[in-house]
Every structure is written in structure tokens, then in C-alpha cells.
């Protein structure tokens, strides 16, 4: 178990990842394997792991990724010869549908940044200056891209005089610059001090773990989008949560006929193909705006050049 969470630690997997990589493996499996007097891998058997799933009390999309994991624990511990066989590899399918991606339209993004302005902090020793700070944080992630934990731990030598931000993606290891628009390039440079300011850093002390520090954060938003009560279409309240600002820079950008391997690069997915897939409907959106622009094109094209092929008058 040690062994095959040192070489996940080694792939430069964030610290999330390994977190749940820990909880599932160190603090589930073995804690259970321990209660049932299991004590070697080689005694492992397909109904000892759905006897270990039945424990589970994720919802079915967490179930669904919980599993794709411990599969591939003992895909790596048969590639090592610790076991004969993978038992995981004949546990069900677990189906799990992902949730649709959400963003904030124009009006909805405004309303936030709106809100931000008579937002008023209280726990977690905020600042006078947080209500300030959670709107730049909120621009940020809007215009770069970035998840909370990323913005909130990003380092100033990253923002560039030219109003570009570095973005170091670990899933690529490829660097990328994405340009940021002129106020708020500005907003982060003259970003009023946290409670415990660090020159590092923009949003984070530097102190305690980066999840606390995005813990804090997401409290302070649940009470900002408690405050916006942003509503759907149909009138039923809009669930809301930080990643999508991050979905909000995607969509606007896919719709805004940005091509989709660069949305990709930007975002740092490895493969264009989980961009296409976590954004399909907008995807299809932009195809749909592209079929439009076209149509509209027609109209100021000669009409003699797109009428209809005449009919041929048979001969009696």
C-alpha cells in the first residue's frame, strides 16, 4: 500500500488526488481488511470486494471513481507479481451519469460581482478587505481558468507585465499563458492584504495546508451565492459553487469560437477528448452558432448564386 502511494505521489498528482488515494486505501481498505482478518493481497477475492463496496456511502458518481481506483491498485500490485490475478477487474459497473456542466451566463456573473460589493464577512478571522479580495478571487478564476485551489495559492511572479498569467498545469507539465483582461491583470496587483499577508502570494497566507485555506474560501462563497439567490429559468433556485467560474471561462470561450484543443491546452486537460467531454452541450452550441453565422451569411450573398437548380421541362 505504501509502495503504490509513493509511486501516485511521484506522477505529480495534486494533493487532493492523493488525499482521496489515501482515504480510499490507508484509512477504508485496510481498515476494513483489518476488521475481517483479511492480511494478504494474494487472499483477496471478487466477493471480499463487494462486501468492502457495500461500505461505501458516497453518492453513485463518487462511488463510480472510488472504484475505477481500487481496480487500479490491484492492476498495479498484479503488474508488480505481488497477486496472480486483478479480483477488482469483475466487480459491476457502477452507473453513474455526470452532473450537466453549468456555467454563469453574463447576467448571472454580473449579479455575483455585484453581490461582492455589500457582501459582509464574518468567521474564520476575515479581514476588512475580504469582501474585496472574494470579488478579485472571483475575476480571476473567471478570466483564467483556474479552480479555487489554484487561484487561491497562485504566486505573483506569475502575472507578468504584459498582463499574462503563467499557468503551470502538472496533469501537462506543459507551461501556458493565458492573457487577462486589463482590470483585472490591475485588481490582483493592488489586491488589499489578507489577514496574514504573505508577498508570495496573492490570496494565501502560506501557513496550514492549501485544503484548509480553499475550505475557508468556499465557506465565504456559499454565503455570497446565499446572498446573489440566483435562479433558473424555471424559478427553482440555481445550485452554485466556485468551479463554475472555471466552467464559465471554458463556455464563454467555446462559444465565443475559440478552438476546442486550445480550450483544452488553457485548462490543462491531457487529452482534447475530456474537454469535448465534460463541454459537450456547449460544444454543440458553438456548432449551432457556427450553422447560424452561416445561414446569415446567405443573406448578403447574390441570391441568383444560392436559388434553387431549375426544373428540367420534359419533351412531349
Not at 60 to 71: G, N, S, T
Not at 174 to 198: D, F, Q, S, W
Not at 218 to 243: A, I, M, N, T
Not at 289 to 306: G, N
Request: aromatic share 10%; net charge positive; with cysteine.
Amino acid at each position: 500500500m505504501t509502495k503504490f502511494l509513493a509511486s501516485k505521489k511521484k506522477q505529480n498528482l495534486n494533493e487532493s488526488t492523493l488525499g482521496k488515494l489515501d482515504t480510499i486505501f490507508e484509512k477504508q481498505l485496510l481498515t476494513w481488511a483489518k476488521t475481517i482478518s483479511l492480511q494478504y493481497l494474494a487472499d483477496v477475492t471478487l466477493p471480499h470486494l463487494e462486501d468492502f463496496r457495500e461500505t461505501w456511502k458516497d453518492g453513485p458518481l463518487a462511488r463510480k471513481k472510488k472504484q475505477e481506483r481500487v481496480i487500479g491498485f490491484f492492476y498495479y500490485c498484479l503488474r508488480l507479481g505481488w497477486i496472480t490475478k486483478n479480483p477488482a477487474a469483475l466487480l459491476g459497473r457502477i452507473k453513474a451519469d455526470d452532473p450537466p456542466t453549468d456555467y454563469f451566463p453574463k447576467e448571472d456573473f454580473n449579479s455575483i460581482i455585484d453581490a461582492t460589493y455589500i457582501y459582509q464577512p464574518k468567521g474564520w478571522s476575515e479581514c476588512r478587505h475580504q469582501s474585496t479580495r472574494l470579488r478579485i478571487l472571483t475575476l480571476l478564476m473567471r478570466w483564467s481558468g483556474l479552480a479555487i485551489r489554484d487561484a487561491i495559492t497562485l504566486e505573483r511572479r506569475r502575472l507578468n507585465d504584459r498582463n499574462e498569467l503563467l499557468l503551470s498545469r502538472a496533469k501537462t507539465g506543459h507551461p501556458v499563458y493565458v492573457p487577462l483582461p486589463e482590470h483585472v491583470a490591475e485588481a490582483l496587483r493592488t489586491i488589499p492584504p489578507g489577514p496574514k499577508p504573505n508577498p508570495r502570494y496573492f490570496f494565501w497566507s502560506g501557513n496550514g495546508s492549501p485544503k484548509s485555506a480553499v475550505g475557508n474560501w468556499q465557506r465565504s462563497y456559499r454565503r455570497l451565492f446565499k446572498l446573489v439567490d440566483l435562479k433558473r429559468e424555471d424559478g427553482s433556485p440555481k445550485r452554485c459553487h466556485p468551479h463554475m467560474f472555471r466552467d464559465t471561462f471554458a463556455v464563454e470561450m467555446l462559444l465565443a469560437g475559440v478552438p476546442l484543443e486550445q480550450v483544452a491546452m488553457l485548462l490543462g486537460h491531457k487529452s482534447v477528448k475530456i474537454t469535448e467531454k465534460h463541454y459537450a452541450p456547449w460544444v454543440k452550441a458553438r456548432q449551432e452558432q457556427l450553422a447560424t453565422s452561416v445561414r446569415k451569411a446567405w443573406e448578403v450573398i447574390e441570391p441568383t448564386l444560392i436559388q434553387q437548380p431549375r426544373k428540367r421541362v420534359r419533351s412531349a
